[in-house]
């Protein structure tokens, strides 16, 4: 089964609207984090975003903001005001403390393309 | 500024032959991952290593080694590469804990004809 689960390979946005890249996960340990990472067409990931389990309210950066839904297992990123430089994979990861706090999954990604 | 590099950015290698990826860290992270990654598959992970000399299986290991003698550096060596390890490769590094965030070297694109 699917850890996590990113259901929009491909997104379009205008510039300067809000836009919201779905993530569900699958995990039985109360502990984990979530994380989001932009991969620019240069190719490097970038960390956006972390979530904790146990934290209450939604994660923000800047114009990121994490949508945490706790019993639904959602996980979604929120990016307000797109901008061209927006443009670029999106993945959504989660580490569970189950795995030493090593491991991380990912998702397959979704694909965001901003329009001017 | 944090850095993770990697020895090759391109990389064009025959059926057959021994290949070998370098990933360095300046950051002193105990934690040292490579993953690949293909499209429509997301980063799945080879192997990490969270100490000198010490190494686990990710979730895809079949065809890959890897070997870490010092704590910045990490290398994934392909025996004897086959087409479909054909790729782009990721090295990235971390603090521990579930909390903490990955750092990515600019990637490996392997190419095995």
């Known amino acids: 089964a699917q850890k996590i689960t990113q259901t929009q390979p491909g997104m379009f946005v205008q510039e300067k609207e809000a836009v919201t890249l779905d993530c569900t996960y699958d995990?039985?340990?109360?502990?984990?984090?979530l994380f989001w990472y932009k991969q620019p067409s240069s190719g490097e990931m970038i960390f956006l975003i972390y979530?904790?389990?146990?934290?209450?309210q939604n994660a923000t950066e800047g114009r990121y903001s994490l949508n945490f839904q706790k019993a639904r297992k959602s996980a979604n990123l929120v990016i307000s005001a797109s901008q061209l430089g927006d443009s670029a994979m999106y993945f959504c990861?989660?580490?569970?403390?189950?795995?030493?706090?090593?491991?991380?999954?990912f998702g397959a990604g979704t694909r965001l393309f901003v329009k001017a | 500024d944090v850095k993770v590099t990697q020895s090759s950015r391109y990389l064009v290698k025959r059926t057959g032959e021994k290949v070998f990826l370098e990933c360095v860290q300046d950051m002193d992270h105990e934690n040292m991952f490579w993953y690949r990654q293909d499209p429509g598959l997301g980063l799945r992970l080879i192997y990490f290593s969270y100490d000198v000399k010490m190494k686990e299986k990710g979730d895809i290991p079949e065809g890959y080694s890897v070997s870490r003698e010092k704590k910045e550096r990490f290398s994934l060596i392909l025996e004897s590469a086959s087409t479909n390890q054909t790729s782009m490769y990721l090295c990235?590094?971390?603090?521990?804990?579930?909390?903490?965030?990955?750092?990515f070297g600019p990637g490996t694109r392997l190419t095995v004809t």
């Open positions: 990861a989660m580490r569970e403390s189950n795995t030493g706090g090593f491991k991380t999954i």
């Open positions: 979530q904790g389990s146990y934290d209450e």
């Open positions: 995990t039985s340990d109360q502990s984990y984090g």
């Open positions: 990235a590094s971390s603090i521990s804990g579930t909390g903490a965030e990955q750092y």
